[in-house]
């Protein structure tokens, strides 16, 4: 569904003209943040009056019902998948054994955590995260 809108804005130097948006939440937005727009959807509808509001509430109304619906269904789909033990989440970027071997460098002082990150091919966040989790286990 393509909504457009029409807007005219003679101060901000831009012509009068038409934004066609995909999606239907962003009826409301002109090109530029805070520009007056009229929105066709079939056919013209001013949300100042009573009818442009009405139909806008409803549309709003739809749209947020939709977005609730797809919440609940997600968060019962991840309870699913927890319960089957298929939840698991990113796998790490280092296996044990390479992280056990960061943290042995790191702790002899012969590498930075740039040159650290660089060699085992991770980013120095990466890095310091090891590191922290090995002062934590000790």
């Not at 929105?39 to 806008?56: E, N, Q, R």
């Amino acid at each position: 569904m393509a909504v457009s809108n029409t807007w005219t804005s003679g101060s901000l130097g831009l012509h009068s003209g038409t934004y066609v948006s995909s999606k239907l939440k962003n009826a409301a937005y002109g090109p530029l943040p805070y520009t007056p727009v009229k929105v066709t959807v079939g056919s013209i509808h001013d949300p100042t009056d009573a009818m442009g509001k009405l139909l806008f509430t409803t549309l709003a109304m739809i749209a947020e019902f939709e977005a609730d619906l797809t919440r609940m269904r997600t968060r019962e789909g991840m309870k699913v998948a927890e319960a089957k033990g298929r939840l698991r989440g990113k796998a790490p970027k280092l296996s044990a054994k390479h992280e056990a071997h960061l943290v042995a460098l790191h702790k002899a002082g012969e590498h930075t955590s740039t040159e650290l990150g660089e060699l085992f091919g991770v980013a120095r966040s990466t890095v310091y995260r090891a590191i922290e989790r090995a002062a934590i286990k000790s």
